[in-house]
C-alpha cells in the first residue's frame, strides 16, 4: 500500500500534495515547491535457488534464519535491490555474505509477488549452483543444510516453496 499519511517533502520539507503526473487518475505525492515526485513502487529482490544433482535426486541449499522476523525458519539467499544494484551482482554478494559461497546464476525460476512486512514486492529467484566455497552460515543464518528439493522443512517465505515447485516441474523432480 501507498503511504497515503506522508504529509513533508523529504527533499525541501516543504508540503506534498497528491496529483497526477504521467496519468490524471494515477496520483503520487508530488512537492508543492520544488517539484520532487516521491515515486512509491514494489520492492524488488533477488533470491539464488541453489542446487545440486540430477533429477530425480536434485537437492536445494537453505538457511536457517537468526534473525527475529523469521526466527527459525528455513529460506533461500537474497534480497532487495537497493539503488545502483544490478540483478547480478546483487544475487552473488548475497549468497557469499549469507553463506559464504560464489554462486554461477543459471535461469530465472519465475518473478513472486509476496509482503515483507508492509511493503509489497517482487521477488525474481533464480536457479543457482555453487562455483566455490563450502557453504556455513554467515550473515543472518545460523544453519545451512541441503534438502530434496520437494521436500523442503517449513520455509520462511511461501513463494519460495512455490518456486521449487516451478523448478521440480521443470527439472522432472519427482516427489
Ligand atoms: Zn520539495
Given at each position: 500500500m501507498p503511504n497515503a499519511d506522508l504529509t513533508f517533502c523529504p527533499r525541501c520539507a516543504e508540503r506534498l500534495e497528491w496529483r497526477g503526473v504521467e496519468y490524471p487518475d494515477v496520483l503520487h505525492p508530488v512537492c508543492t515547491k520544488c517539484g520532487f515526485i516521491l515515486w512509491q513502487n514494489v520492492r524488488p529482490s533477488v533470491d539464488a535457488l541453489i542446487v545440486r544433482g540430477e533429477a530425480p535426486h536434485v537437492e536445494v541449499l537453505l538457511g536457517r534464519q537468526s534473525a527475529a522476523r523469521a526466527h527459525g525458519q528455513w529460506g533461500i539467499p537474497g534480497g532487495f535491490l537497493s539503488v545502483g544494484d544490478r540483478i547480478e551482482t546483487a544475487l552473488i554478494r548475497e549468497c557469499r555474505r549469507e553463506m559464504g559461497i560464489?554462486?554461477?546464476?543459471?535461469?530465472?525460476?519465475?518473478?513472486?509477488?509476496?509482503?515483507?512486512?508492509?511493503?509489497?514486492?517482487?521477488?525474481?529467484?533464480?536457479?543457482?549452483?555453487?562455483?566455490?566455497?563450502?557453504p556455513r552460515a554467515a550473515d543472518l543464518i545460523d544453519e545451512v543444510r541441503w534438502f530434496p528439493l520437494g521436500d523442503p522443512p517449513p520455509l520462511a517465505l511461501e513463494i519460495e516453496r512455490d518456486a521449487m515447485d516451478v523448478l521440480r516441474r521443470k527439472l522432472d523432480v519427482s516427489l
Open positions: 560464489e554462486v554461477l546464476i543459471g535461469d530465472l525460476v519465475g518473478a513472486f509477488e509476496a509482503m515483507f512486512y508492509d511493503v509489497p514486492m517482487v521477488d525474481l529467484i533464480y536457479a543457482c549452483t555453487i562455483a566455490s566455497g563450502e
